[in-house]
């Protein structure tokens, strides 16, 4: 089973800036990587595929890079309704597809 | 407008059983590989089980193989979880979601339902 490690767990930015979230598998998944964003009491949303094409309706400040092992999520100017957990999923060796533990992103 | 909409979830005694409902409506349901995922409260995601656009395949987690069985019904564009053998470790907020093709496998999920609590206790 490949483990998708999230960092950092928690990410304190304020308003208007840059956040970048890290990803990293245990093994290579190529550029089978999604990003979600899942809010206080709410289904997760996707945001990002393939490791770096915005799904339908997502805003272009986020943007997904990487290959590999490695991943980043980045937020280019962070607005009030950012502030959430963000989740890697690994889907290139399944079953299992596998999920991170999170990052929470938290206003500064 | 892609739309899932989850029922069935509750409190069940351990060793109980439980299936839940995910209705699908705003897409060709039966092109289309769907999933359940789950989230114990407070904790992160969990991916639970995936069925193939026709519901000619199907695979489960480890954690509940043998005691979860997914199915599908296309003509009623419902997607089902029935769960037997509940344990604690069971509960969850448990998620429907689709995938970008009718294959179960190298899936994201481009759409989720609200969500069904499952409670699993004593």
């Known amino acids: 089973e490949i483990v998708m490690t999230q960092s950092p767990a928690t990410l304190s930015v304020s308003p208007g800036e840059r956040a970048t979230l890290s990803c990293r598998a245990s093994?290579?998944?190529?550029?089978?990587l999604a990003w979600y964003q899942q809010e206080p009491g709410q289904a997760p949303r996707l945001l990002i595929y393939?490791?770096?094409t915005r799904a339908t309706g997502i805003p272009a400040r986020f943007s997904g890079s990487g290959s590999g092992t490695e991943f980043t999520l980045t937020i280019s100017s962070l607005q009030s309704e950012d502030f959430a957990v963000y989740y890697c999923?690994?889907?290139?060796?399944?079953?299992?597809?596998?999920f991170g533990q999170g990052t929470r992103l938290e206003i500064k | 407008e892609v739309q899932l909409v989850e029922s069935g979830g509750g409190l069940v005694q351990p060793g109980g059983s439980l299936r839940l409902s995910c209705a699908a409506s705003?897409?060709?349901?039966?092109?289309?590989?769907m999933t359940w995922v789950r989230q114990a409260p407070g904790k992160g995601l969990e991916w639970v089980s995936t069925?193939?656009?026709?519901?000619?395949?199907?695979i489960y987690a480890d954690s509940v193989k043998g005691r979860f069985t997914i199915s599908r019904d296309n003509s009623k564009n419902t997607l089902y979880l029935q769960m037997n053998s509940l344990r604690a470790e069971d509960t969850a907020v448990y998620y429907c979601?689709?995938?970008?093709?009718?294959?179960?496998?190298?899936?994201?999920?481009?759409?989720w339902g609200q969500g069904t609590l499952v409670t699993v206790s004593s």
């Open positions: 069925i193939s656009g026709s519901g000619g395949s199907a």
């Open positions: 393939d490791a770096s």
């Open positions: 093994q290579s998944v190529s550029s089978n």
């Open positions: 999923q690994n889907y290139n060796n399944w079953p299992p597809c596998t």
């Open positions: 705003g897409f060709t349901y039966n092109s289309y590989a």
């Open positions: 979601a689709k995938g970008p093709r009718s294959a179960n496998n190298y899936n994201w999920f481009d759409a």
